[in-house]
């Protein structure tokens, strides 16, 4: 009885996939992917001649990344200039701003990742609660629905 994954078989579903196919996963799923996976991928890709960065995709995913390197890509990030008014006075940072609106039958709740300056982000989580203090609390009785999408 063989341990873990036949090769054989792996390499013939990525033979059975479609170049674009192969790409999506070497660039965007091949996190956690054996090494002999990781094989497999290169060699289907060198065999389609697809072009060799997609490899490194692979590589990337699969890296682990030490304590100093994450806070050195954090710092790279975090002194980039805003993306919502160009300043590069401050560090970037980030929240997740949640807004409520409620219509009579159904509320709909809004949940946004955002990156900014200080300055922006207490822009944008002020219309957030605005916009849930004016749009929030028009609910047709009978219940809500909290943030987890859980009636109550």
Do not use: H
């Amino acid at each position: 009885m063989s341990k873990g994954i036949d090769i054989q078989i792996v390499r013939e579903n990525y033979q059975r996939m479609a170049d674009d196919e192969v790409i999506r996963i070497a660039t965007q799923d091949a996190a956690g992917l054996t090494p002999e996976a990781q094989k497999v991928v290169k060699e289907e890709i060198e065999k389609r001649n697809l072009d060799r960065n997609i490899i490194k995709g692979v590589l990337v995913q699969n890296k682990e990344y030490t304590v100093e390197e994450i806070g050195e890509y954090c710092m790279l990030a975090r002194n980039l200039s805003c993306p919502t008014c160009g300043s590069n006075m401050n560090f970037l940072n980030g929240t997740i701003t949640s807004e409520v609106m409620s219509f009579i039958f159904f509320t709909q709740y809004n949940r946004k990742l955002k990156v900014a300056c200080p300055t922006c982000l207490d822009k944008s989580n002020n219309n957030a609660l605005i916009k849930t203090i004016i749009l929030g609390c028009g609910e047709f009785p009978g219940g809500y629905q909290d943030y987890s999408g859980n009636w109550t």
